[in-house]
């Protein structure tokens, strides 16, 4: 079945380093590419979308570039800031397999410190 | 705006109890899920409904119902709470496939 995996956290950064965070997903069709964030005490919260291969999505100075040839679904930012600390999930949906369903990964804590 | 809302942050129930869990949705969306989020293990879908009264199991149904009535709002239940069935429990909905789906900001749940 469909799958996402995403690099185990915490990432530890300082404010103004560059972040890369890895997702790479299995998918049976061709799924919509979504990175979700989730402050403390909150819900998930849609952070940027790709709905097919070289897409680029973007938000809030993140970006992640759907790729088909590596299934990889990267999540990057130039510069993070303190109140980027946050819980990010990468997911995928795939209408040929589960209807409106989302296939989640892990998450992977990103603390940004002063 | 969109908005998703848990009627509950924080539940405090003893094994045993049949626990409710309401989420009401102000987008008129057809399909609404429940999630329970764990460390390590993400977010895992419990049920999902397309349709008043419709329902589907997801990945990991046991030890739970769902009950929608009305559009709007989506019930998870907890028919004899256990204490494994400790975690956080997310609701979110959509208005068809392919969109995002969007969050309530979830309800901690302890079961004592």
């Known amino acids: 079945g469909d799958s996402v995996t995403q690099m185990e956290g915490p990432v530890t950064l300082s404010e103004e380093a560059f972040l890369t965070i890895n997702c790479t997903y299995t998918?049976?069709?061709?799924?919509?590419l979504f990175w979700y964030v989730q402050y403390p005490g909150e819900g998930l919260q849609l952070l940027l979308k790709a709905t097919k291969a070289d897409d680029k999505g973007s938000n809030k100075g993140f970006e992640a570039t759907y790729r088909k040839e590596t299934t990889s679904f990267h999540l990057e930012k130039g510069s993070v800031q303190v109140s980027d600390s946050a819980v990010y999930f990468c997911?995928?949906?795939?209408?040929?397999?589960?209807?409106?369903?989302?296939?989640f990964g892990t998450g992977t804590r990103l603390l940004v410190s002063p | 705006d969109v908005k998703v809302t848990q009627s509950s942050r924080y539940l405090v129930k003893r094994t045993g109890e049949k626990v409710f869990l309401e989420c009401v949705q102000d987008m008129d969306h057809e399909n609404m899920f429940w999630y329970r989020q764990d460390p390590g293990l993400g977010l895992r879908l419990i049920y999902f409904?397309?349709?008043?009264?419709?329902?589907e199991k997801g990945d990991i149904p046991e030890g739970y119902s769902v009950s929608r009535e009305k559009k709007e709002r989506f019930s998870l239940i907890l028919e004899s709470a256990s204490t494994n069935q400790t975690s956080m429990y997310l609701c979110a909905s959509i208005l068809t496939g392919g969109q995002p789906q969007h969050f309530g900001d979830g309800t901690r749940l302890s079961i004592l």
């Open positions: 997911a995928l949906s795939d209408l040929n397999t589960g209807f409106q369903k989302l296939v």
């Open positions: 409904s397309y349709d008043v009264k419709m329902k």
């Open positions: 998918a049976t069709g061709y799924p919509s």
